[in-house]
């Protein structure tokens, strides 16, 4: 069975920076494409960026273009997500999350892609 661990959130005033990370486990890492997500509440879970399955393939959502980094380290079958120049709006509960596609260079952007998703991890950002 599958299963993701996210670390790394926590408080930070704007202007700052955070690293999220999600390892994975119990699977093939190198079957899946994976994705970073946000929701606050009463909104639907939305899109941050996404990797293809080679790591070699990333998308952001367009207000995090030029200040988040997603990458993949293959050895330790984990994704990151470097967070600089945080927002107020950046505010929310960020996941992670494992989409099984069939080419290398796939990246998964809707919800309904994604198969597994870590527990979720807070990431507030405020003076």
């Known amino acids: 069975q599958v299963e993701l661990v996210e670390s790394g959130g926590g408080l930070v005033q704007p202007g700052g920076s955070l690293k999220l990370s999600c390892v994975f486990r119990g699977g093939t890492f190198s079957a899946y494409a994976m994705g970073w997500f946000r929701q606050v509440p009463g909104k639907e879970r939305a899109f941050v960026a996404g990797?293809?399955?080679?790591?070699?393939?990333?998308l952001y959502e367009d207000s995090v273009k030029g200040r988040f980094t997603a990458s993949t380290d293959h050895a330790k079958s984990t994704v990151l997500l470097e967070m600089n120049n945080l927002k107020p709006e950046d505010t929310a509960i960020y996941y992670c999350g494992a989409a099984a596609v069939a080419a290398d260079r796939t990246i998964a952007i809707l919800l309904s892609r994604y198969s597994y998703w870590g527990q979720g991890i807070q990431v507030t950002v405020s003076s």
């Open positions: 990797l293809s399955r080679d790591g070699d393939r990333v």
